[in-house]
């Protein structure tokens, strides 16, 4: 038997959720637990990323993976809801910890 075939199919590139471009941080990587509490049932993702990020840059990759508007919810850690201006690295966080999205209309 032989699988050899020749295609005349062209295929269309994979298209990479990485950025083409990678620019060096000083942060350390953390595995952290995103939780959606926007909308009909309750959405968990795991993400890993870099400490020194903005909290902005992360809502907008969250913003990208669960179809929200990263204006329409903050992150919260602890009780204590992360100011976009932050780095994740100014709230403590460790390996497994767990990052809700909340609603904007109901942060305080």
Do not use: C, R, W
């Not at 950025?19 to 990587?29: D, E, L, M, V, W």
């Not at 009909?40 to 993702?45: D, T, V």
């Amino acid at each position: 038997m032989s699988f050899e075939e020749d295609f005349d199919e062209e295929l269309e590139p994979v298209k990479s959720k990485t950025p083409s471009t990678k620019i060096p941080s000083a942060g350390k990587k953390l595995t952290l637990y995103f939780t959606s509490t926007i909308g009909p049932g309750e959405k968990k993702e795991k993400l890993t990323v870099n400490d020194a990020n903005h909290v902005s840059d992360i809502k907008e990759t969250l913003g990208n993976l669960y179809g929200l508007d990263p204006n329409d919810f903050h992150l919260s850690s602890g009780g204590v809801t992360m100011d976009e201006n932050s780095q994740l690295k100014d709230y403590n966080l460790n390996d497994g910890d767990d990052i809700l999205l909340i609603p904007a209309s109901t942060a305080g």
